[in-house]
């Protein structure tokens, strides 16, 4: 607690750092690229919960947990994330950082960890063109 606060001439403690809300805030994305759709990702499984809920994640369009969908800003969308709100984890992104499925896909996907130099029978007869 010493470090956030400093006593002052008239023994009144004084914050002397900003808010966390504050430093996030600027440290975020450049303005010049607005935040226009909200990253939604399935944290929690939803087996013991109700049909309604269920249904809202299909419709948000998750099936499997730690899967992610992107969704434009718009009042149905952030209605059925205030649905669904402990099972899912949600992100204001740009537009630039939509990624549809298969770019996930390749996101993910391991290196084969080794690379093909050559063989030792040289140009074989179908790498011939």
């Given amino acids: 607690m010493a470090s956030l606060f400093r006593i002052t001439s008239n023994n009144m ?11 996030a805030q600027k440290q975020g994305v450049s303005k010049s690229e607005p935040n226009t759709h909200f990253k ?28 992610t969908v992107y969704h434009v800003h718009s009042p149905e969308a952030a209605g059925k994330i205030l649905k669904v709100k402990e099972l899912v984890e949600v992100e204001n992104v740009p ?26 029978l040289g140009r074989l007869a179908w790498e011939t063109s």
Wanted: avoid cysteine; aromatic fraction near 4%.
């Fill in 13 to 23: 403690f004084k914050s002397s750092s900003r808010s966390f809300a504050t430093v």
């Fill in 95 to 120: 537009a630039k950082a939509v990624r549809s499925q298969s770019e996930q896909r390749k996101e993910r996907k391991a290196s084969r960890g080794y690379q093909v130099q050559g063989t030792k």
């Fill in 40 to 67: 939604i990702t399935l944290r929690r499984s939803a087996i013991a919960l109700g049909e309604r809920k269920k249904e809202t994640l299909v419709a948000l369009g998750l099936h499997r947990r730690m899967q």
